[in-house]
């Protein structure tokens, strides 16, 4: 193997042994590997679970930062980053930048996104607004998983175009809006269901309030009250030990 792939077969050894321990793979014999039938979509390029543009985001943008955990513990996170770029400005600080976070976005998403949009029960929304939906993987499954008959996608203005590459690619020409704009100086476009993906995770609790109290007013008739059902449970994702998903 390390010969097909123009390796160091010591090093390629240790990283098939890391793996192992993971589960990732399993190993059948001294120097003999295999992948579980159910890791495949996870690591195939062409497949919706693919998790890779994610994995390439962590090695690529965030792995420095584990340099500062031990001042985040002392100090918290904002204000040992008070003098960093804003980190949406890093994120998006030059052409490459943005195509390779909106990947990174898509591939941690799209998969979720489609059994979210199922168990969300959207089959009354009219519109649905996506906040900071990026190049929209919420907003696509929504509308390919559930009779909803349009999403807005409401983001920075350089989202856009990524943005037009998902109606293209899904074939949305109608259905799939994007409205420009910023969620901390501009109020949200209205509609019948408010989405927030991975944007609460992002900012101090003060700032979500002021973004839920925003969603608040934007949602037409503020939303609906949860009926009281068993809970779901997503299929996807990994359990601990690495047996197949619940
Ligand atoms: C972590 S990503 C989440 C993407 C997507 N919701 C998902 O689930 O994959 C955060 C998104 O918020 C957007 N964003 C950041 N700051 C924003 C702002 N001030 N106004 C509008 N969108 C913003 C980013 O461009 C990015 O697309």
Redesign the pocket.
Known sequence: MADALGTDADTLERMLLVLTAFGVLRRRSEGRYEMPGEMRPYLDRNDDQYVGGFVDHLVSETSTQINRLAAYLEHGKTAVDEQLPAP?EFLYRDEQAPAEFMAA?WS??FAPSKELAELARLNEVKSLI?V???SG??AVAALLRSPTPSATV???PL?ERFVAESRHTYDLADRLDFVP????ADELPGGDCIAL???LS?WTDRTCANLLAKAYRACHGHGRTHSRQQPHRLRWGFRPNGSAPA
């Open positions: 949406f976005m941690l998403s996506d900071g939906g990026a993987p919420f409401f983001d920075l989202v704009g910023d969620f901390f993906g991975y944007v992002d």
